[in-house]
């Protein structure tokens, strides 16, 4: 059975910043590009950030340069760190497999401005 377990999200004011965590069980992590997705209330879930099995990444045009994304295989784990954090960042931040149906339940980051 696959989970995706996301952690590292909270309140943090404008310009602060956050660790993301996705710790993945039950797939080969190590082949697998991962994403990371957001989802603001009334909104549809938009790409973030990705990272190949080969660690290529890629980024959306508004957080490049302010978000990181990396991963480590050995721990099956991808991470999303952001930094220079806006009001506009605030939403549910998801991990996803490339490719697969499987999310995780989310972790909400709130910036205050």
């Known amino acids: 059975q696959v989970q995706l377990v996301e952690s590292g999200g909270g309140l943090v004011q404008a310009g602060g910043s956050l660790r993301l965590s996705c710790a993945g069980s039950?797939?080969?992590?190590?082949?697998?590009?991962m994403d990371w997705y957001r989802q603001a209330p009334g909104m549809q879930r938009e790409f973030v950030a990705g990272?190949?099995?080969?660690?290529?990444?890629t980024y959306k045009d508004s957080v490049q340069g302010r978000f990181t994304i990396s991963r480590d295989n050995a721990k099956n784990t991808v991470f999303l760190q952001m930094n220079g954090l806006k009001a506009e960042d605030t939403a549910v931040y998801y991990c996803?497999?490339?490719?697969?149906?499987?999310w995780g339940q989310g972790t909400q980051v709130t910036v205050s401005s």
């Open positions: 039950g797939i080969t992590f190590s082949s697998i590009a």
């Open positions: 996803h497999p490339v490719a697969s149906y499987y």
């Open positions: 990272i190949t099995s080969g660690g290529v990444t």
